[in-house]
């Protein structure tokens, strides 16, 4: 007996290493951690409130598969009021967290055996759900000179025909965007040549100068996965949504009654509120971009290389190799010396990432100052 050899997917590095720093921590040691994209905040003080008194007064129990239709119908206000339009309610699937509607939205939109291009460094569950799902990852090798980003001259330079195209906006691990007329004709292509988009906008508020602009403004056909994790920093309650293209609507309702039968149903009247938090969440945005700059600054005084264009997200993407070729060891023994946890470039890049490691920023001020100083007395050792 033995595992299926759709099971034979990479580790997912970040959780290695916080599994490495929960450890180093349990025996006193201090940890700085800047490993997973947690924001540091947690969910706003209403949605704890709304949660307590759902707790208290209601069954908790099935929602529709879709998702409650309260919570649908104000993400489709939340477009209205974010990007000018609202999509029909009827296209809206809450699920369980953006992982599922990943998942849901490939099973929907693409057979085994089909191939899906994505970037690369890129955030490694795209390809690890994608092998899984008998799908081919087609790497689209980005550079500094591309932000790390898909272009259509990639896509035309391609041998064999794709069926599918990733695209993150901002981006994990890089924090880079596709500028709103690169998108667009990107979308355009795909749109031209039956290429279906699944655009990953789980990172959406979270940017540091033009907002961040939606697939589903230029495409009909492309599915949008967003959630409640990053933004309104409700990580652990596994809620996410998708905005689906007519076509495959009723393809993605009958796989999630399957595979989920619903989204938690408290998170869902929790999240009802998460709208109506603007102060706080923007709070935490500009909290990100304190830290992005301290980031910008320290990391190369301490000697680590290029950081990526932080458009967006909270991420650091830093080249390495000026200091080591191995950054999974680089990165074990950045935690054991100096008690600083970032992710291996490895995880986004299975070779190239060998010169890289990318800095989560979405935690407290203070954690960021005390993580780049120790990394500079780390770096730069006295006497």
Known sequence: MAASRRAAVAPFFA??????????????????????G??????????LDAAQAVLAAEKIGYTEARG??????????????RYGFAPPVERIVVTTGASAGLMLAFLAAFDVGERV?????????????????GLEPVLLPTTAETRFQPTVAMLEALEKPIQGLIVASPSNPTGTMLPRRTLEAVAAFCDGRGIRVVSDEIYHGITYGEPAASVAAFSESAVVINGFSKYFAMTGWRLGWMVVPDDLARAVERLTQNLFISPPALSQRAALVAFDCQDELEANVARYARNRSIVQRALPAAGFGALAPCDGAFYAYADVSGLTRDS??????????????????????TERGRAFVRFSYAGATEEVEGACAALERWLTPTG
Not at 68 to 81: D, F, G, K, S, T
Not at 119 to 129: E, F, Q, V
């Open 15 to 36: 959780m290695e290493i916080l599994k490495a720093a929960t450890a180093r921590a349990a025996e006193g040691a201090r940890v700085f951690h800047m490993e997973t």
């Open 38 to 47: 947690e924001p540091g905040s947690g969910a706003p003080k209403p949605v």
């Open 68 to 81: 409650v239709l309260p919570l649908r119908e104000r993400i489709a206000v939340y477009y209205e009021e």
């Open 117 to 133: 291009a994505l970037a690369n460094p890129g955030y490694p569950a795209y390809r690890n759900t994608l092998q899984a799902l």
């Open 328 to 349: 999974e060891a680089f990165c074990r023994r950045m935690l054991a010396e100096c008690g600083v946890a970032a992710t291996p470039g490895i995880d986004f890049d």
